[in-house]
């Protein structure tokens, strides 16, 4: 396919349609998360600070809710070609699930944080976190009862721009996967990579915003798109 040849360095992008066939919700399908709770009330600064106990029990149910689900062909596709692809590879996801890492990919860049990740607004340190929030427990550096999900909401910035930024820059290829193209900066990635000269491909259940700028759009299911799309990439570095 016309996207192969040459390609030496990958960068990819996902988002919640990537984990949908692993049941967990994504944002704005229908009855997706953002029609259960005001994005203002759960996903703010502002939120947070209003009504704190809501804010920590919304992040303690999603994260309570990934021990049901498990990772997807899509998931798995990835790690796969993380272990075979021999140029460059980034992974980014704005998702805050640990689908990627369970499916056994080794590196994955959380731009939008992490639901098993604490923050503490004491001492600013992050630490790996599986437990409840909203009693308060102390964070496990300096014992302070100031912990926050690290996630990033609205308002606040994404990890690691930087990074991104300069492998998009670098990119043969970028592939935007499972993701509405609805929330910048990650929506203006693909023309970023675009504007520095990589292929574009958009793989996602439907159309989405963005969809007009990628060089090709193929749609239906991750978990039927990822497969195919790793074994074209490795056929043909192999073939
Ligand atoms: P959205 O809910 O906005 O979009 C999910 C996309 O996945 C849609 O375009 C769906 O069509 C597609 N989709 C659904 N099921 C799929 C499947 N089985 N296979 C492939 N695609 C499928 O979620 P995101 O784009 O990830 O940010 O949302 C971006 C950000 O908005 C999130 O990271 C979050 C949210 O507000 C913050 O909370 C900061």
């Given at each position: 396919m016309a996207l192969m040849p040459d390609i030496q360095s990958i960068v990819i992008l996902t988002g919640a349609g990537i984990s949908a066939e692993s049941g967990i919700d994504t944002f704005?399908?229908?009855?997706g998360l953002w029609e259960q709770h005001k994005v203002e009330d759960v996903a703010t600064p502002e939120g947070f600070a209003r009504d704190p106990d809501l804010v920590l029990g919304f992040y303690d149910m999603r994260r309570e809710a990934l021990s049901k689900v498990e990772p997807n062909p899509a998931h798995r596709a990835l790690a796969k070609l993380e272990r075979e692809f021999a140029g460059e590879l980034l992974l980014v996801t704005q998702?805050?699930?640990d689908l990627h890492e369970r499916g056994g990919v080794e590196d994955v860049l959380h731009m939008h944080g992490q639901l098993k990740s604490a923050l503490c607004l004491s001492c600013e340190i992050r630490s790996p976190w599986d437990r409840t929030m909203f009693d308060r427990p102390p964070c496990?550096?300096?014992?302070?009862?100031s912990l926050r999900p690290d996630v990033v909401w609205f308002g606040e910035m994404p990890y690691q721009m930087d990074r991104i930024y300069a492998s998009l820059l670098t990119a043969d290829l970028f592939v935007s996967i499972?993701?509405?193209?609805?929330?910048?900066p990650a929506a203006g990635f693909v023309q970023e990579a675009r504007a520095a000269g990589a292929k574009t491909l958009e793989l996602n259940l439907e159309p989405s915003e963005?969809?007009?700028?990628?060089?090709e759009a193929r749609h239906g299911p991750a978990g039927d798109l990822v497969p195919q799309w790793v074994d074209e990439v490795l056929g043909g570095e192999t073939g």
């Amino acid at each position: 396919m016309a996207l192969m040849p040459d390609i030496q360095s990958i960068v990819i992008l996902t988002g919640a349609g990537i984990s949908a066939e692993s049941g967990i919700d994504t944002f704005r399908s229908a009855g997706g998360l953002w029609e259960q709770h005001k994005v203002e009330d759960v996903a703010t600064p502002e939120g947070f600070a209003r009504d704190p106990d809501l804010v920590l029990g919304f992040y303690d149910m999603r994260r309570e809710a990934l021990s049901k689900v498990e990772p997807n062909p899509a998931h798995r596709a990835l790690a796969k070609l993380e272990r075979e692809f021999a140029g460059e590879l980034l992974l980014v996801t704005q998702n805050v699930d640990d689908l990627h890492e369970r499916g056994g990919v080794e590196d994955v860049l959380h731009m939008h944080g992490q639901l098993k990740s604490a923050l503490c607004l004491s001492c600013e340190i992050r630490s790996p976190w599986d437990r409840t929030m909203f009693d308060r427990p102390p964070c496990p550096v300096c014992k302070a009862p100031s912990l926050r999900p690290d996630v990033v909401w609205f308002g606040e910035m994404p990890y690691q721009m930087d990074r991104i930024y300069a492998s998009l820059l670098t990119a043969d290829l970028f592939v935007s996967i499972g993701t509405s193209g609805a929330v910048y900066p990650a929506a203006g990635f693909v023309q970023e990579a675009r504007a520095a000269g990589a292929k574009t491909l958009e793989l996602n259940l439907e159309p989405s915003e963005g969809s007009h700028h990628f060089h090709e759009a193929r749609h239906g299911p991750a978990g039927d798109l990822v497969p195919q799309w790793v074994d074209e990439v490795l056929g043909g570095e192999t073939g």
